[in-house]
């Protein structure tokens, strides 16, 4: 008899995105690698939804705007928030989040201010170059958040990328995870319906997989 999967906790985080000198790009913090989860990982500004925050989706901007504060000093409105992604983890895993991922344009000559001890460090990049660092594995990245800079890197501007969020919460992406030839794979369904299987290597999922169609 299988395990009932933990019921996953509301979260939220923020793209916070800007035109830049390279072009379209985003902000991202460095995890400290003394973390438990995610250490050293180059993320989004995001955390739990907390009480305080409100109930139901409702509560969901309103974390968004009170995390992007406290971990990188930049005030956005919770108005200027536009859901753009949601992942909810695999139901195998012990620890579970239902993510709400949102864009919002950087305010005019915003910079990171950084809290020095859950992010270390921060940098505004293109989400090409973030995935080619990723590549060469000069940067750690979660699973979601290459899916995520694979869907913005299409986009030229900050107006584009903004014009092309759904109205309303997006579908949740739920990943399987499976193995093969003892590599665990996470697998999500493509654009044509079809699954997508992402195979990890040597690493663990979710910081260098390969794209493997079947």
């Known amino acids: 008899m299988s395990e009932t999967p933990v019921t996953p906790k509301m979260a939220a985080a923020v793209i916070v995105v800007r035109d830049g000198p390279d072009g379209f790009e985003v902000l991202v913090g460095q995890r400290t690698p003394k973390a438990k989860f995610m250490g050293g990982f180059w993320v989004f500004p995001g955390g739990r ?17 009170r995390e992007v504060r406290e971990e990188v000093g930049i005030e956005i409105p919770v108005d200027a928030l536009r859901a753009f992604d949601r992942w909810v983890t695999p139901e195998a895993l012990p620890r579970r989040f239902d993510t709400v991922f949102f864009l919002a344009p950087a305010p005019a000559g915003a910079e990171a201010a950084i809290d020095g001890e859950e992010i270390v460090d921060s940098r505004w990049a293109t ?5 080619r660092d990723a590549a060469e594995g000069t940067a750690v990245l979660a699973f979601p958040t290459m899916r995520q800079l694979e869907a913005l890197a299409v986009h030229a501007s900050v107006a584009d990328a903004l014009s092309a969020c759904p109205d309303g919460l997006p579908d949740a992406t739920l990943p399987v995870i499976s193995e093969q030839e003892g590599d665990p794979v996470l697998s999500i369904p493509g654009p044509d319906g079809d699954l997508v299987h992402y195979r990890s290597g040597a690493i663990p999922v979710g910081e260098r997989p390969q794209d493997l169609k079947g």
């Open 127 to 131: 989400p090409a170059a973030l995935l």
């Open 49 to 65: 939804v907390d009480p305080e925050d409100g109930d139901g989706e409702a509560a969901w901007p309103v974390a968004a705007a």
